[in-house]
């Protein structure tokens, strides 16, 4: 029998219902505690795993090392930042996300931010629940007539400029590598931000793209900006937003991810007036969550029937085969 280790933080009975289908021909083996050492005994004997889509329990070299039979890490995700992928491909591990699963449901959540801060909607909303009416002074924006800067046109990138676009949106965007079939005109980076009054960050998180933009790239946005960050904290620093905040250079931030998951206590983030916080739940739709437990549940089937998995993000050979 297969072992397949699933390090997701769902209760034994949700995991049970998940993988039924595989139960005749895997054992499904659980950390016996949410910490370092009950993942180190999860994968003692894994050939499969499903890694921890919270980064609580990440794939790092220690972890690899724990896990001396394990042939196949299948991200419940499309990020791969908390898995060491060196040590991962040294190991002979392949690794595969599901790209794609979650496209849709960020790109929307992207155009639903856009047009929160333009109407200043959880603004107006907190006012009214404090007994205000605050009529005259929303003086709103409408989104069609900004101009939208999208940072990285992958999957979401590219989704999110189309939506943009449909709406009426002037889009433009920046990636390492321009596309010919884009929609909006490829910008490089810095000219992007100088003629961007919606800028929306969408690139992978990579030793690259860590801090991409900071304080001195944020000071070439328009006055009056908005940002929506649906990509991975650290990327644009929380200080270098809440800096561009106070100083007017930003007129609103919507934020799906931070540098640290979740915000501590008493983050400035938490009480900013001109800040729309989501707890990482971009991509949590219903219709997102299916795509990736099908997602999940096929590349494994496939291991178990000896055919190629898909998307595997680490350069190994696509059909993984037992040690």
């Known amino acids: 029998m297969w072992k397949i280790a699933v390090l997701l933080p769902l209760p034994p009975e949700v995991i049970d219902l998940l993988f039924a289908p595989l139960k005749d021909r895997a054992d499904v083996v659980l950390p016996p505690s949410r910490d370092r050492a009950g993942q180190h005994a999860a994968l003692a004997e894994a ?7 919270t980064g609580e329990l990440p794939m790092d070299a220690a972890a690899v090392a724990a896990a001396p039979r394990l042939v196949l890490l299948q991200q419940p995700q499309v990020g791969v930042d908390s898995c060491d992928l060196d040590a991962l491909t040294d190991a002979g591990v392949a690794v595969a996300n599901t790209a794609g699963a979650n496209t849709r449901s960020v790109a929307e959540w992207a155009v639903g931010a856009a047009f929160a801060l333009c109407r200043k909607f959880a603004w107006a909303d907190r006012r009214m629940r404090e007994g205000g009416w605050p009529q005259l002074e929303i003086r709103g924006r409408e989104l069609h007539a900004q101009r939208v800067g999208i940072v990285g046109y992958g999957a979401i990138g590219a989704e999110a400029a189309r939506l943009f676009h449909a709406i009426g949106c002037r889009v433009s965007y920046w990636s390492r590598t321009p596309k010919d079939d884009a929609v909006g005109e490829y910008l490089e980076l810095d ?11 969408a690139v992978a998180l990579s030793p690259e793209t860590t801090g991409l933009i900071g304080p ?31 100083s007017g250079r930003l007129a609103g931030a919507a934020l799906d991810v931070f540098e640290r998951e979740p915000l501590p206590s008493g983050h400035p983030l938490l009480s900013h007036e001109q800040v729309l916080l989501s707890p990482h739940a971009a991509g949590a739709s219903a219709q997102a969550q299916m795509n990736v437990i ?11 029937d000896g055919r190629p998995v898909e ?4 350069g190994l050979p696509p059909l993984v085969r037992r040690r």
């Open 216 to 246: 001195e790239r944020l000071a070439l946005l328009p006055p009056d900006a908005l940002l929506v960050n649906v990509a991975r904290g650290g990327i644009v620093p929380d200080e270098a937003v809440l800096a561009a905040l106070d």
């Open 47 to 53: 050939d499969l795993a499903v890694g921890d889509f």
């Open 311 to 314: 998307h595997v993000v680490n």
């Open 191 to 201: 000219e992007l931000l100088a003629t961007s009054d919606v800028l929306v960050v």
């Open 294 to 304: 099908g997602q999940v549940m096929a590349n494994l089937t496939a291991v178990l």
